[in-house]
């Protein structure tokens, strides 16, 4: 229905109808995946869904809307954000430590009301406040919040977040002519720390802890920044409403979730203060085993009315409190502080540590994040420090523990050369280099590593301990080195055997002909991640041009400032880096162009595979496939063009004899891709 009519052969009324549902269709995926976390189709189905409503609305822009699911992408960069008031104070809540406390919270309720109080009890997350106003169903603003009265308007940023609603769901409910909802943006920590290591190795100064990474994502002025930083947004509390009749809070967020907002886990019922410590202790026990960040769990009076009788002071409603968790901290000794090398050549002062347990975890080191913060807290080796893990997470050191009558060692300072290479090292503010960029063993193990990943060249198998052990025995003193490699060389490493050996040295061969994008990315440039890369490769269209292109032609390119042009042309005009790249070429790296909309050899194509596949795994081949605009299904209709019967077909061999849907083999399947131009 979406995929078989041209777009130039639709008139307007039947494009706006195909938009539109094109818009409810992936509107739901979306609730499916990112809030239900149930998803129906694959990422490659989904991906031809938007693919196909963005070529709709460019080809018939009097149908855009502001809540179609392609507005998520991010806009251009703001200049500032507007200040916006809420619609109700977003105010904090009173924090308490210990049962007596909370005994008393309780007792003070009951007194109120006279009678038992039911409570509803949640996580207290640790993220980022925000403010969402619905106006008939659609977003229309989004607020941090500020100082709870006024905060800074962040709607296209908001926008970029996948669980976030443009448009209330009514299927259950009939959305309300006005909706001021709050909610927690936050990151995962496992998505944390995958974004801080990227920080990281490109240079730039990591994240001190989730709750930090939500907050400064949200307030990006860049919103395409923000749509690559993975947060999620839950809902919890209802600020205004009209034309809606709720009593109490579960009914709140019985509403909040049929209008298809993403709520907490586990929030629960509770009546007294005995359910209230059950509660806080269930959540102390588990709260090392979660992916996100709580401090503590919130108790809330589940009455409205009630809520109202009690009112609020200047700063915290009087029905409701924070029942935190103590900090985790504990005291150990700096044994020695060592310098480790990234990708990017940042070196960075790491504490290594007698062992202790924070939090349930063993922490033996902890980073000191460069050398002016080793200063300013004044750390030396044989100090008495107290550690923390960093929201939880990142063991960090937290400051000196005074020792009277201790005599100290020497202050510690950076030593002038790379620890891994001996270059002299470069300061630039508080961060240390090395410049060495290519030459260097540490940054080279974290460069092939990198080259290989998923989103640049993805060559399965090339991860850090196969990329260290290439440098560490030899084998690889520069990137293009990867592609001179025979297996032969790969059989003195441990857990390479000559089949092993030889898969890996096919799929670094494999990606002689890399997307121009893809390699851009590989290439570890400063400030180029996985979308700058892309605009670059499609505006400039070739590798050369893209060297060649002054600051000036850079910020041509939408998204890309004075600070990013700078980094591109400090890059390319080290020797260093266009002796890399010229190398990379000499090995038979040819970067392949963008194609041109439209100008895919086989665009539309259906392709289902039955049976493996000798010369592809199935990850290859659909890349393969869909990079000539084709894509692949797992099951067999009539509107597939090709089933490609490989190793022991199943029953969707049987399927496309029943549709009369034509088959070949995997010979045939390889010629095809080679007269669509694919270097197979």
């Given at each position: 229905?979406?995929r078989?009519?041209?777009?130039?052969?639709?008139?307007?009324?039947?494009?706006?109808?195909?938009?539109?549902?094109?818009?409810?269709?992936?509107?739901?995926?979306?609730?499916?995946?990112?809030?239900?976390?149930?998803?129906?189709?694959?990422?490659?189905?989904?991906?031809?869904?938007?693919?196909r409503?963005?070529?709709?609305?460019?080809?018939?822009?009097?149908?855009?809307a502001?809540?179609?699911?392609?507005?998520?992408?991010?806009?251009?960069?703001r200049?500032?954000?507007?200040?916006?008031?809420?619609?109700?104070?977003?105010?904090?809540?009173?924090?308490i430590?210990?049962?007596?406390?909370?005994?008393?919270?309780?007792?003070?309720m009951?007194?109120?009301?006279?009678?038992?109080?039911?409570?509803?009890?949640?996580p207290?997350?640790?993220?980022?406040?925000?403010e969402?106003?619905?106006?008939?169903?659609?977003?229309?603003?989004?607020?941090?919040?500020?100082?709870?009265?006024?905060?800074?308007?962040?709607?296209?940023?908001?926008?970029?977040?996948?669980?976030?609603?443009?448009?209330?769901?009514?299927?259950?409910?009939?959305?309300?002519?006005?909706?001021?909802?709050?909610?927690?943006?936050?990151?995962?920590?496992?998505?944390?720390?995958?974004?801080?290591?990227?920080?990281?190795?490109?240079?730039?100064?990591?994240?001190?802890?989730?709750?930090?990474?939500?907050?400064?994502?949200?307030?990006?002025?860049?919103?395409?920044?923000?749509?690559?930083?993975?947060?999620?947004?839950?809902?919890?509390e209802?600020?205004?409403?009209?034309?809606?009749?709720?009593?109490?809070?579960?009914?709140?967020?019985?509403?909040?979730?049929?209008?298809?907002?993403?709520?907490p886990?586990?929030?629960?019922?509770?009546?007294?203060?005995?359910?209230?410590?059950?509660?806080h202790?269930?959540?102390?026990?588990?709260?090392?085993?979660?992916?996100?960040?709580?401090?503590?769990?919130?108790?809330?009076?589940?009455?409205?009315?009630?809520?109202?009788?009690?009112?609020?002071?200047?700063?915290?409603?009087?029905?409701?409190?924070?029942?935190?968790?103590?900090?985790?901290?504990?005291?150990?000794?700096?044994?020695?502080?060592?310098?480790?090398?990234?990708?990017?050549?940042?070196?960075?002062?790491?504490?290594?540590?007698?062992?202790?347990?924070?939090?349930?975890?063993?922490?033996?080191?902890?980073?000191?994040?460069?050398?002016?913060?080793?200063?300013?807290?004044d750390?030396?080796?044989?100090?008495?420090?107290?550690?923390?893990?960093a929201?939880?997470v990142?063991?960090?050191?937290?400051?000196?523990?005074?020792?009277?009558?201790r005599?100290?060692?020497?202050p510690?300072?950076?030593?002038?050369?790379?620890?891994?290479?001996?270059?002299?090292?470069?300061?630039?503010?508080?961060?240390?280099?090395?410049?060495n960029?290519?030459?260097?063993?540490?940054?080279?193990?974290?460069?092939?590593?990198h080259?290989?990943?998923?989103?640049a060249?993805?060559?399965?198998?090339?991860?850090?301990?196969?990329?260290?052990?290439?440098?560490?025995?030899?084998?690889?003193k520069?990137?293009?080195?990867?592609?001179?490699?025979?297996?032969?060389?790969?059989?003195?490493?441990?857990?390479?055997?000559?089949?092993?050996?030889?898969?890996?040295?096919?799929?670094?061969?494999?990606?002689?002909?890399?997307?121009?994008?893809?390699?851009?990315?590989?290439?570890?440039?400063?400030e180029?991640?996985?979308?700058?890369?892309?605009?670059?490769?499609?505006?400039?269209?070739?590798?050369?041009?893209?060297?060649?292109?002054?600051?000036?032609?850079?910020?041509?390119?939408?998204?890309i400032?004075?600070?990013?042009?700078?980094?591109?042309?400090?890059?390319?005009?080290?020797?260093?880096?266009?002796?890399?790249?010229?190398?990379?070429?000499?090995?038979?790296?040819?970067?392949?162009?963008?194609?041109?909309?439209?100008?895919?050899?086989?665009?539309g194509?259906?392709?289902v595979?039955?049976?493996g596949?000798?010369?592809?795994?199935?990850?290859?081949?659909?890349?393969?496939?869909?990079?000539?605009?084709?894509?692949?299904?797992?099951?067999?209709?009539?509107?597939?063009?090709?089933?490609?019967?490989?190793?022991?077909?199943?029953?969707?061999?049987?399927d496309?004899?029943?549709?009369?849907?034509?088959?070949?083999?995997?010979?045939?399947?390889?010629?095809?891709?080679?007269?669509?131009?694919?270097?197979?």
């Amino acid at each position: 229905m979406y995929r078989d009519v041209r777009v130039q052969d639709l008139a307007a009324p039947e494009a706006r109808d195909l938009i539109e549902a094109l818009r409810e269709e992936i509107r739901r995926h979306d609730h499916l995946y990112y809030v239900l976390d149930r998803p129906e189709i694959s990422d490659a189905e989904y991906d031809r869904l938007f693919d196909r409503l963005r070529r709709l609305e460019e080809a018939f822009p009097q149908f855009s809307a502001p809540d179609s699911p392609t507005q998520r992408v991010g806009g251009q960069p703001r200049e500032e954000f507007p200040s916006y008031e809420h619609a109700a104070p977003m105010l904090s809540l009173e924090s308490i430590a210990d049962p007596d406390q909370a005994r008393r919270f309780d007792e003070r309720m009951r007194k109120a009301a006279g009678e038992r109080v039911r409570y509803v009890l949640e996580p207290k997350l640790d993220g980022a406040s925000i403010e969402l106003v619905y106006e008939n169903g659609m977003l229309v603003r989004a607020v941090t919040r500020g100082d709870g009265r006024v905060g800074e308007g962040v709607t296209e940023n908001v926008k970029t977040i996948r669980s976030v609603p443009l448009r209330l769901r009514s299927q259950a409910r009939p959305v309300p002519p006005l909706l001021a909802l709050r909610g927690e943006v936050i990151m995962y920590i496992s998505a944390f720390e995958k974004l801080n290591r990227k920080l990281i190795e490109a240079g730039l100064e990591p994240f001190a802890n989730p709750r930090n990474a939500a907050a400064g994502s949200l307030r990006q002025l860049d919103p395409r920044i923000t749509a690559e930083r993975p947060l999620d947004l839950l809902a919890y509390e209802i600020l205004e409403v009209t034309g809606q009749a709720l009593r109490t809070d579960r009914e709140v967020l019985d509403a909040l979730r049929s209008w298809g907002l993403k709520l907490p886990e586990k929030i629960e019922a509770g009546e007294g203060v005995d359910d209230i410590l059950e509660y806080h202790a269930h959540w102390a026990a588990e709260r090392d085993n979660l992916d996100f960040e709580i401090d503590g769990v919130v108790v809330k009076v589940d009455d409205l009315a009630l809520r109202d009788e009690l009112g609020v002071t200047a700063h915290h409603p009087r029905w409701a409190i924070a029942f935190k968790f103590p900090p985790r901290k504990e005291v150990t000794r700096v044994e020695d502080i060592m310098v480790s090398v990234g990708r990017t050549g940042v070196l960075t002062p790491v504490a290594l540590l007698r062992s202790v347990e924070v939090g349930g975890v063993t922490v033996s080191r902890a980073s000191l994040h460069n050398r002016e913060e080793v200063k300013r807290k004044d750390i030396r080796t044989g100090d008495l420090v107290r550690v923390q893990r960093a929201g939880d997470v990142i063991p960090d050191v937290v400051e000196r523990v005074e020792e009277a009558g201790r005599k100290r060692a020497e202050p510690w300072s950076m030593a002038d050369r790379c620890p891994a290479c001996g270059a002299r090292v470069v300061e630039r503010g508080p961060i240390t280099y090395c410049p060495n960029r290519f030459g260097c063993p540490a940054q080279l193990k974290g460069r092939i590593q990198h080259f290989g990943s998923k989103d640049a060249l993805d060559i399965e198998g090339l991860g850090e301990e196969t990329s260290a052990a290439l440098v560490e025995h030899g084998l690889v003193k520069e990137l293009a080195h990867l592609f001179r490699l025979r297996p032969e060389h790969l059989l003195a490493l441990e857990g390479f055997a000559e089949r092993s050996a030889q898969k890996l040295v096919d799929a670094i061969q494999r990606r002689k002909r890399p997307e121009l994008a893809r390699f851009l990315y590989a290439l570890g440039i400063p400030e180029v991640g996985v979308s700058v890369a892309r605009d670059l490769a499609e505006h400039f269209g070739s590798l050369e041009a893209i060297l060649e292109a002054s600051r000036e032609e850079l910020e041509g390119v939408p998204g890309i400032g004075p600070k990013m042009s700078e980094a591109i042309r400090s890059f390319v005009e080290d020797p260093r880096n266009i002796e890399a790249i010229g190398s990379l070429v000499a090995h038979g790296v040819q970067p392949v162009a963008p194609r041109r909309r439209g100008s895919e050899p086989l665009p539309g194509f259906k392709f289902v595979f039955s049976g493996g596949l000798a010369r592809f795994s199935r990850d290859e081949v659909k890349k393969l496939v869909e990079s000539l605009g084709a894509r692949v299904s797992s099951s067999v209709s009539a509107q597939t063009d090709y089933v490609v019967v490989g190793l022991e077909p199943g029953s969707k061999l049987d399927d496309a004899r029943r549709l009369g849907v034509k088959t070949i083999d995997e010979l045939e399947f390889i010629e095809l891709l080679r007269r669509a131009g694919a270097d197979v």
